[in-house]
DNA sequence: AGTCAAGGGTTAATTTAATTTACAATTGCG
DNA sequence: CGCAATTGTAAATTAAATTAACCCTTGACT
């Protein structure tokens, strides 16, 4: 049985940004808040949050508010940001490159422990800690250190080949780049988060045309 | 008023994903197909693909079913993609460039026609057509050029800055990678699009642990 | 030509989810 | 000790998404 099963997808997604604004408010230093005003910095209404909060438990206190630390830390515990769960990247374009410099895994619940690629210009090459290595590696690879997430930024042709190669070694979830939608092939027992860029960025230009004929 | 008032949010984010598929079974060959097997490809249901697309018109033949070409031309028309609005990048970072490097942009709506970033060590250095200016050349540019839209891949503390000059100055729409929620800010008139990879990341986290639970 | 099966257009019905409202219960503070 | 603030929570409301149903057109086959 899962741990949260009947919360909704949207409240989920709303942790994260939970998160990271009470993450920026402790930097500030402050201490408490209430519904109402985090409802007006994060742009919900002050039920909304008391009530998203709620299919969690209660951790706010009558009459004070939330604290803000603990919220946050509670938040944390709830996505499972201290996990620290061996994931590797497959793919080391320019992509791959840019979320390994970029994104603090290890903030989120994810360590790095490996890159591969099957470039034979690239492999071998070091960025940060890791060395990449070749793709043809990969399933000795798993065996040996048995990462538990994966992150992919290849070819779409390749993508499903090798998810299925990553699942049968024990990979629990992705992190999806490629144009092929895995959460349609994995339909339980594997977490997909798709991320389609190019998805968004038609989405912007679908906008953009709606806000311009408004005017 | 805009174009298409009045079609929910959730429908406007699937018409890519429909874009994509049919450009996919295009390149195959297929010249037809029926709302039952698309929505077996695609995973969805057959009444709901007919209903999507029944909020822009009649894009179908009862009895015959869809032909791939002109549906996906209608999509595309529908979401822009041939606009080619003047498009600059603010911020060459690992992330920026990765964008750069791998986004089709002309396909999606955007040309781009400049870069801009304050580093000293990154101005003056060319990626691809284009060389890096330096972002205190920002509004003059716009004054020059006209960009009607901007991607930021930018720090969180200058994002609420370089928006309003870009805004001030034209820009209509925004494909954020900032951690600023510049939805919040921009209520109408301006069409913002958040890319929030470290959420993304966390909501990953959460389903991870919830299908690990559940064995 | 005529018949029939296939399949989209369209409206209605259903289900589900998101949101708001409301108020009792609790706490901090003066 | 009492008041103002503010959460917890259930109920009510609203909105949206989804499914179902059926008519109508089309193409294929005889």
Redesign the interface.
């Known amino acids: ?5 009947g919360v909704s997808a949207s409240v ?2 709303r ?3 939970y ?2 604004f009470l993450g920026e408010l402790k930097a500030k230093g402050m201490e408490r808040i209430s519904s109402r005003e985090f409802a007006d910095i ?2 919900l209404t002050a039920s909304q949050i008391r009530q998203d909060l709620n299919c969690f438990g209660g951790f706010g206190q009558q009459g004070y508010g939330y604290n803000i630390e603990s919220l946050c830390a509670e938040i944390g515990r ?4 201290d ?1 620290l ?1 061996p994931t590797i990247l497959v793919g080391a ?3 791959g ?3 390994v ?5 290890e903030a ?3 360590r790095l422990i490996g890159i591969f690629d099957s470039d034979p210009e690239k492999i071998g090459h070091t960025i940060r800690d890791w060395q990449i290595q070749d793709v043809a590696r990969l399933e000795a690879f798993c065996q040996e250190h048995h990462p ?2 994966a992150i992919l930024c290849i070819p779409k042709q390749v993508a499903v080949e090798c998810a299925d190669l990553l699942v049968q070694n024990g990979v ?4 999806n780049f490629t ?1 092929q ?1 895995l ?2 092939i994995y339909k ?4 997909v ?1 798709n ?21």
């Open positions: 049985m899962a741990r949260y099963e989920i997604r942790l994260p940004r998160y990271r994060i742009g709830i996505l499972n940001v996990a769960r374009g320019n992509l490159l840019a979320l410099n970029h994104m603090r895994f989120r619940g994810f538990l997430a629990k979830g992705f992190w144009h939608d959460s349609i339980d027992g594997i977490a988060e991320v389609h860029l190019g998805d968004s960025l038609m989405t912007l230009s679908f906008n953009i045309a709606e806000v311009m004929d408004a005017e």
